[in-house]
């Protein structure tokens, strides 16, 4: 039998968990680079005790949990339909179901076979290797032994560009989007991550071209810029906040180009903590739009993907 195991980050399914999810991604050595263990563990001791309460704080704003755990099922729902010959589960790295969770699914349906598809459509360190490390890593650990097949990227499929275009177009309704600037909105890295070779900041300035490409002259202007920055560190720029400062045209609309499912970082940040930003800013229009999520469109690239693993 085979299977298709989408592999994501995860986000607490309930307030409880909001502590577990901060630990045990300070505690990731792809997302805390620091070689000795001891004291990786300590300074992940030391930021989750000081974001834990603004934490739980944000996460009571969006009803108690991540919205990402309930897109995630409803795209599982949509693409076992599509593809019924598959048995689809998914691995969360920070939260349940963990890939031990779904290693044990696996192996109770006697699968000999898994495609693990990181629902990163860039790579990086701190995302797909770290969510496919982590599966062979317990696989291993489980003594679990299967054919694997997996996907560093996706950002160049054609029907996945094409599910964005479609959000786009949902969130321009009712608009002259020559009057709106686009500002494509990518989750911002430590730059000491990309100057040691993650090629996350390359292929998300490629997939801002290939969709400024496809979508030709229909907006004022294109901007990248960044957002989720956190600590002292020296973080990519221009920040989100830099970006909306410095526009002269007040009407935009952002774009989460380095998300595919809707969470916190969308669905608060975007949508709440940076429109409060853009109103005290005097934008005419601030607009978001939704990430791919379940769409049809991205069910069928997420079909076309797998068939070309």
Request: aromatic content about 12%; some cysteine; hydrophobic content about 40%.
């Amino acid at each position: 039998m085979k299977a298709l195991v989408l592999l994501n980050m995860g986000g607490p399914n309930n307030l409880e968990e909001v502590e577990l999810f901060l630990k045990n991604m300070f505690n990731d050595e792809n997302i805390l680079t620091i070689k000795n263990p001891l004291l990786r563990r300590f300074v992940a001791y030391m930021i989750t005790n000081a974001r834990k309460k603004e934490a739980r704080k944000n996460y009571e704003e969006l009803g108690g949990k991540s919205p990402l755990n309930f897109y995630t099922d409803k795209l599982i729902a949509k693409l076992q339909k599509r593809l019924p010959d598959l048995y689809i589960t998914k691995a969360m790295r920070y939260t349940p179901p963990f890939a031990k969770d779904a290693i044990k699914e696996l192996v109770a349906r006697n699968v000999k076979e898994v495609y693990l598809l990181p629902l990163y459509p860039h790579y990086s360190t701190t995302t797909t290797k770290s969510s496919l490390e982590d599966f062979y890593n317990t696989a291993k650990g489980l003594g679990f032994h299967a054919r694997f097949h997996d996907i560093a990227n996706f950002y160049h499929n054609r029907r996945f560009n094409e599910a964005i275009i479609e959000r786009l177009e949902e969130a321009s309704v009712g608009i002259d989007t020559k009057e709106y600037d686009l500002i494509f909105s990518a989750h911002s890295l430590p730059q000491s991550i990309i100057k040691r070779g993650d090629p996350y900041l390359y292929e998300v300035t490629e997939h801002v071209e290939i969709l400024k490409d496809l979508l030709g002259s229909r907006f004022n202007e294109y901007h990248l810029a960044f957002q989720s920055k956190l600590g002292p560190v020296k973080w990519l720029e221009p920040s989100l906040e830099e970006t909306l400062q410095k526009l002269p045209n007040k009407r935009v609309l952002i774009y989460p180009i380095s998300f595919i499912l809707d969470n916190s970082e969308t669905e608060f940040e975007l949508h709440i903590e940076y429109a409060k930003i853009a109103e005290r800013l005097g934008y005419a229009d601030y607009r978001v739009a939704r990430c791919v999520n379940d769409s049809d469109t991205f069910v069928e690239a997420l079909a076309d993907i797998y068939q070309g693993m």
